[in-house]
């Protein structure tokens, strides 16, 4: 799958759009009250683990590196307002569309989707591939894409360093059913990888790409979010350093932060505590 550049046309998803990828969850869904994925999906068994947790700074900063994400978060964004509340939000929303009934995954889609119709504006400066003044829209399938990507990658990432790995053909299934969770943004399945192959080939290309470019203002956010320095609870060191770590070396260098040391993290989540030899991390 090639890498949008700056001359494609910018598909938005419409409400209408949405409807449609909609109407293909419903009839792909486990069931009314299973929801869109069941307890014998694969996502289920990954996504409902507290050590998926341990990739979501990663996923925050590779969405960061996206110039319109970036934007977006500058001009309309209480991010750093409420971050507290910001993130209840946030995770609301993806767990009733995962964890949820039909019903509920369906109404956080077009809750989410009328929340995004809102986030749109022009880019301040130039950035990579993008001239400044282009214009940005939260609902445009090249950044729901990215998006989506950073949090099917993170949480595999996270779930493998700590839990024993998914074989591939349970990546292949897991990767399978999150193409469901990506038409909850209106993403339609032609426009996603095909498979597991296809999808790693898709991120390692945008990571290398000038798609992604930290610019000043998002290695500000990326440090003061990592940090935790909106809000009244203390980000530990370790699991800052993992978040960088964890990170392609790219993206890694790009926000500032250090080369990982080559020890182990341990780090609590939900009452559990984790040891994470970062060696076993292969860069992108």
Do not use: K
Request: aromatic content about 10%; hydrophobic content about 45%; glycine content about 4%.
């Amino acid at each position: 799958m090639s890498v949008p550049t700056s001359h494609d046309i910018v598909q938005v998803v419409s409400a209408d759009s949405l409807e449609c990828e909609l109407n293909r969850v419903r009839a792909a869904a486990a069931g009314s009250l299973a929801g869109i994925f069941g307890p014998r999906s694969v996502t289920w068994q990954v996504d409902r683990e507290a050590a998926i947790f341990l990739g979501a700074g990663r996923a925050l900063l590779l969405q960061l590196a996206h110039p319109w994400v970036a934007a977006a978060i500058e001009q309309h964004s209480t991010t750093f307002a409420d971050p507290i509340g910001r993130f209840h939000r946030t995770f609301s929303v993806v767990f009733s569309m995962v964890f949820g009934s039909l019903d509920q995954s369906l109404t956080a889609a077009r809750r989410l989707h009328r929340r995004h119709a809102e986030i749109n504006g022009r880019l301040p400066s130039a950035a990579g591939r993008f001239p400044a003044g282009s214009r940005y829209y939260a609902n445009a399938i090249p950044a729901l894409q990215w998006v989506h990507a950073t949090l099917v990658e993170s949480a595999l990432l996270a779930y493998d360093l700590v839990l024993p790995p998914l074989t591939l053909e349970e990546r292949e299934r897991y990767y399978s059913e999150n193409r469901l969770f990506a038409a909850l943004f209106g993403i339609p399945d032609e426009c996603l990888p095909r498979n597991w192959t296809a999808f790693s080939a898709y991120t390692t290309a945008m990571v290398q790409s000038d798609a992604l470019i930290v610019t000043d203002q998002a290695r500000i956010f990326g440090h003061r979010l990592i940090a935790g320095t909106d809000t009244w609870l203390p980000v530990s060191a370790s699991y800052q350093a993992l978040t960088a770590a964890l990170l392609p070396p790219r993206i890694r260098e790009a926000f500032g932060f250090p080369p990982p040391a080559p020890r182990a993290y341990r780090l609590e989540a939900d009452q559990c505590t984790y040891v994470i030899d970062v060696s076993v991390i292969a860069p992108t």
